[in-house]
């Protein structure tokens, strides 16, 4: 791997001088984000930024970006034996409000970690798109079918607080947010950028996150580094690997791993075909830290989805990717 930047207390100014990107490829890059409506756009190109747009310091709702900051954190506690992947719901004594069959008992963490528990019971923050898919219940066993379910989600929030003994949040901060340097990530007494945020039907809280596009861009960084931050290993090597392995055939959105996306033969957005290895961290309605291990690229987009409207959906996204690739001259 070519050597990787890594950013200081802040980000250098963003420039295609000394970069692998025609400038006239990155100008047209900016005019699609306007076009597409874009709330804020950075990336990196080994590590330094060629491009940005928008307030990368404002923190946006991550919507699902938070499923892979928590998948970051289990690889820290599998690590250290606090975590057992083989572990079932029953050893855990995980239930919930309608009751869990002996079968949906039989699910492993592993089986949550790649969305194949076989538990379709009602859960919190799903989209439409999630509650069309919800299986009927007892229609799969454990382990034996993929679908993207935040009923397999949230409860590992539940199971990573009860196992590790602290908020998922704080370990966030503790294990990610300040080695990495984040820059406006907060959670203390009185700011919290993390919240616990549950429903009537189901024990298990979604966990949703506000993150800034430059504080991403340094999660996305150390993926691409292997897990490593400016000579200081924050990640195990093999989890980073592991996590980022196609379990799952995700259809015209390519491979799922441990809650990262992944591209299949090319395939991950529409409108363009990717480098080999790409993954990605999404949110719905545009929210994306994409990493290219192929060409040593990070890649932060983000819509503002406090505001109805204001949604990249993934057609216009890939378009905007496919422009990035075509500024590449490698």
């Known amino acids: 791997m070519t050597s990787l930047s890594f950013p200081g207390a802040g980000w250098q100014p963003a420039t295609s001088e000394g970069s692998r990107f025609s400038p006239d490829g990155l100008a047209a890059v900016l005019d ?48 250290a034996g606090r975590i057992d ?37 009602p859960t919190c923050h799903e989209s439409a798109r999630m509650r069309a898919i919800r299986e009927p219940r007892g229609s799969h066993g454990p382990s034996t079918y993929w679908v993207y379910n935040n009923w397999d989600f949230n409860a590992l929030g539940t199971i990573f607080d009860k196992l590790v003994g602290c908020s998922l949040f704080e370990e966030f901060r503790d294990r990610l947010a300040t080695p990495l340097g984040m820059q406006d990530f907060r959670y203390d007494a009185e700011r919290r950028d993390g919240e616990y945020s549950g429903s ?13 596009t430059r504080d991403l861009a340094r999660f996305g960084l150390l993926y691409l580094a292997d897990g490593v931050w400016n000579g200081q290993r924050l990640l195990p090597e093999t989890w980073v690997a592991q996590s980022v392995q196609p379990y799952s055939h995700a259809g015209a959105d390519g491979a799922y791993g441990f809650m990262w996306w992944l591209e299949r033969s090319g395939v991950h957005l529409p409108g363009v075909i990717v480098p080999p290895g790409t993954y990605s961290a999404r949110g719905v309605g545009g929210h994306h830290v994409v990493v290219m291990p192929a060409v040593n690229l990070v890649l932060v987009h983000r819509a503002d989805t406090d505001v109805s409207g204001r949604e990249v959906d993934k057609h216009k996204f890939g378009r905007l990717v496919a422009r990035i690739l075509a500024a590449y001259r490698g």
């Open 85 to 121: 992947l083989a572990a079932t719901l029953a050893d855990l004594g995980i239930d919930d409000k309608l009751g869990l069959t002996d079968v949906e008992k039989r699910a492993t963490v592993y089986d949550l970690l790649m969305a194949r528990s076989g538990i379709y019971h």
């Open 32 to 79: 699609e984000a306007r076009r597409i409506d874009t709330a804020a756009l950075l990336l990196l190109d080994n590590g330094r930024p060629v491009l940005e747009f928008g307030d990368l310091a404002r923190r946006y709702k991550s919507h699902s970006i938070r499923k892979s900051l928590l998948s970051a954190l289990y690889g820290i506690h599998v690590a």
């Open 200 to 212: 009537d039907e189901t024990v298990h809280p979604a966990y949703p996150f506000r993150i800034s």
